[in-house]
């Protein structure tokens, strides 16, 4: 199998076979029969420079923020996400099903309960202004810069793929593939990013006291209504993410920023026969096909792979 991922390095474009570097695996029907024992005898130490790279740069992070800062969470934190998300990669390259799962579970139920429920860090978009606010470069500024503004120029919308927590539950739902019915409520975002800050700037404006005890409490009801919203609109939409699509307001950060992604899938021409498939299993409607950023719904592929597992031709 061979999946090209492109790297788009100014105004030329370049397609840069993984298989080069390391066998970015997946778990392709095509692929689960193949190896045998010969396949099972030969090791290829290749596979694990992918994994490789991402733990050096997350424990590069890591220990960069722990020195910057004198504050040891950084090593824990950074470090943890690192090693959560080179796990995930290892298991792609052994073919199992259920990686991103294991990632989403990982990073997402440790920023959800360890940092948001048992640290009290609001990590939703409240806590980003918060923070801001008061001037305060830690956890919950720190986490936007990486995952949702600065990072995304890298690494797309990674973050919705394997690591957000809403998504994590809305993954569980049973509308995987959606109906690819597109709603023209996308404004709404943006109603739910101003409500955010306007919310945040009149705790500050008002000059209220404990602003920390309700930005704890924020950060609960918040994720209440999330989930509640999300499981609402999947249900009504036959569609798990469709409170990504038309409510999530971090995607006002993520779309734009996406758009600049340096990795991302896209399609060998020469051997697309435009079947279909990938658009059909897509959660997220992008024609996977068109390999221009203006492609439809480009700014809202989640990495989630399942384009790549479904081509027949091996032309993702
Ligand atoms: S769009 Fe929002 S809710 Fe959906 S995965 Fe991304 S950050 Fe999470
Ligand atoms: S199926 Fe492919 S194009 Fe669609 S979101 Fe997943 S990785 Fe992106
Ligand atoms: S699944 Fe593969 S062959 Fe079919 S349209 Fe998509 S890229 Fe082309």
């Avoid at 249900?235 to 950060?253: E, L, S």
């Avoid at 020469?270 to 068109?290: A, H, L, N």
Wanted: aromatic share 14%; glycine share 6%; charged share 20%.
């Amino acid at each position: 199998m061979k999946e090209l991922i492109a790297m788009d390095l100014g105004d030329s474009i370049k397609i840069l076979d993984l298989h080069s570097l390391v066998r970015f695996r997946l778990d392709k029907p095509s692929n689960k029969l193949k190896g045998g024992p010969q396949g099972m005898k030969r090791i290829n130490l290749k596979r694990y420079i992918l994994p490789a790279i991402m733990l050096i740069v997350f424990e590069t992070v890591a220990i960069t923020l722990w020195l910057a800062k004198d504050n040891i969470f950084y090593l824990f934190n950074f470090s943890y996400i690192g090693i959560s998300i080179t796990l995930g990669l290892v298991l792609f390259e052994h073919k199992y099903k259920h990686a991103r799962r294991i990632v989403q579970l990982l990073v997402g139920l440790y920023m959800l309960v360890y940092l948001g429920l048992i640290c009290n860090e609001n990590m939703q978009i409240e806590g980003f202004w918060y923070y801001l606010f008061t001037g305060v470069f830690e956890a919950a500024t720190i986490h936007y810069a990486v995952a949702k503004i600065f990072g995304p120029l890298i690494f797309g919308r990674g973050w919705c793929g394997y690591a957000c927590w809403t998504a994590l539950v809305l993954d569980f739902l049973p509308y995987k593939i959606p109906d690819h019915k597109r709603r023209k409520i996308g404004w709404i975002r943006y109603i739910a990013f101003a409500a955010a800050f306007v919310f945040v700037a009149a705790l500050f404006v008002a000059n209220v006291a404990n602003i920390e005890r309700i930005m704890f409490w924020a950060f609960i009801v918040g994720n209440i209504l999330y989930y509640a919203v999300g499981i609402a609109l999947a249900f009504i939409f036959k569609d798990n993410r469709a409170f990504c699509k038309y409510i999530c307001p971090i995607t006002v950060f993520l779309k734009p920023m996406s758009y600049f992604a340096l990795f991302r899938i896209k399609c060998n021409k020469s051997k697309c026969v435009s079947c279909g498939s990938c658009k059909r299993v897509c959660p997220m409607d992008v024609d996977i096909t068109d390999n221009s950023r203006k492609r439809k719904n480009g700014t809202e592929c989640i990495l989630c792979m399942e384009c790549v597992r479904s081509c027949p031709k091996d032309a993702l």
